[in-house]
């Protein structure tokens, strides 16, 4: 059964990093793509970061852009985000997810919609707060 867990998550002052991860068991993860969404109440969820194989580059949200980077660690089975200098409005739920979807044999990658993501986290919170 694919399954995926989230951990990292916590409280931290602005400015400060965090490192939250994503271990998948059930299947691996170097055949699909990778996404981190973030959700807080009231709003809609937004993906933050993607990564996929199908090219090899990472996307980012602007809100996000040169302070959160995607990463994968194929031998652990497991997907990082790397948060630096936080923000207050980087508090949220913090969910990782996959999406298998390809044509011809290609992952269809980054440029997917999030509905095609269809494993989800549990989610693990992030607080950024004085």
């Known amino acids: 059964q694919a399954k995926l867990v989230e951990s990292g998550g916590g409280l931290v002052e602005p400015g400060g990093s965090l490192t939250l991860s994503c271990k998948a068991s059930?299947?691996?993860?170097?055949?699909?793509?990778i996404g981190w969404f973030r959700q807080t109440p009231g709003k809609e969820r937004e993906r933050v970061a993607c990564f996929s194989d199908s090219d090899g580059t990472a996307t980012y949200a602007d809100s996000v852009k040169d302070r959160f980077t995607i990463s994968r660690d194929s031998a652990k089975n497991t997907a990082f985000l790397q948060m630096n200098n936080l923000k207050p409005e980087d508090t949220a739920e913090y969910y990782c997810s996959t999406n298998p979807r390809r044509i011809g044999g290609i992952l269809v990658g980054c440029s997917d919609r999030d509905a095609e993501f269809d494993v989800w986290g549990q989610g693990t919170k992030v607080t950024v707060s004085s």
């Open positions: 059930g299947y691996f993860l170097d055949s699909y793509t």
